[in-house]
């Protein structure tokens, strides 16, 4: 069965710092997406990245970066000099695909909070 | 991506009554999904929902409590049945775009907020 990990449940940063959140993930397919979303204070979640298992290139996106690595079965996400508009609940999410459509596993998720 | 639309955005009900939540989206879609998020927790998915077959639904969950229609590639419902405190959660809808293989991303709508007293 597949299961998403993630161990920070609660960050908290001051603005312009760095901070990365982590994701663990474990599948037994070698066929599999990640995903990254964002749920703001409002509740919507917003669609930040998505990877699949053969792409292991890291990818940067202006202040967001994600780092993929089959060999620890990481997908971490990292903001560079944080905003408090980043202020937000992270989820890291996996894909099999298959069976029912892409069905998605999330983790629990990181409340990350960038204080002024 | 899907502009993707929920009625109501929030409400608060009465314990033993029922709420139908609908879904909308702007482009025909073959997968949509129901989700619940329960206080501070993450997202649990509850039903598949193909247009033209019953939906499928995950272990924990069961039509008669949630039951769900789909008549066509752009809408869908979801209704909690019988609803208990338990049940005050967001309940969120997603569809994937494209032709439903591995490659297509989930969009998730605004969300509904329901509280049951």
């Known amino acids: 069965a597949q299961k998403v990990t993630q161990a920070q449940t609660e960050i908290s940063v001051v603005e312009k710092e760095d901070v990365t959140l982590d994701c663990v993930y474990e599948t037994r397919d070698t066929t599999y997406y990640l995903f990254w979303y964002k749920q703001p204070p409002s509740g919507e979640l917003v669609f930040l990245i998505r990877?699949?298992?053969?792409?292991?290139q890291n990818e940067i996106s202006g202040r967001y970066s994600w780092n993929f690595q089959k060999s620890t079965s990481s997908f971490n996400f990292t903001i560079t000099a944080s905003q408090v508009v980043d202020s937000a609940v992270y989820f890291c999410a996996l894909s099999e695909g298959g069976r029912r459509g892409n069905m998605l596993t999330f983790g629990g998720g990181t409340r990350l909070m960038v204080k002024p | 991506s899907a502009v993707i639309s929920q009625k109501p955005s929030r409400d608060i009900c009465q314990r033993g009554t029922s709420l139908t939540i609908q879904c909308q989206v702007d482009?025909?879609?073959?997968?949509m999904f129901w989700y619940r998020q329960q206080p501070g927790q993450s997202l649990t998915l509850i039903a598949t929902?193909?247009?033209?077959?019953?939906?499928?639904?995950e272990s924990g969950f069961v039509i008669d409590k949630f039951p769900i229609s789909r008549p066509n590639l752009t809408f869908s419902t979801l209704t909690v049945s019988n609803m208990s405190p338990e049940d005050s959660s967001i309940y969120l809808c997603s569809v994937e775009t494209g032709a439903g293989g591995l490659t297509d991303t989930q969009y998730f709508g605004p969300g509904t907020r329901l509280t049951v007293l």
């Open positions: 929902a193909n247009q033209g077959s019953e939906a499928t639904y």
């Open positions: 990877r699949n298992s053969f792409d292991e």
């Open positions: 482009s025909q879609v073959t997968m």
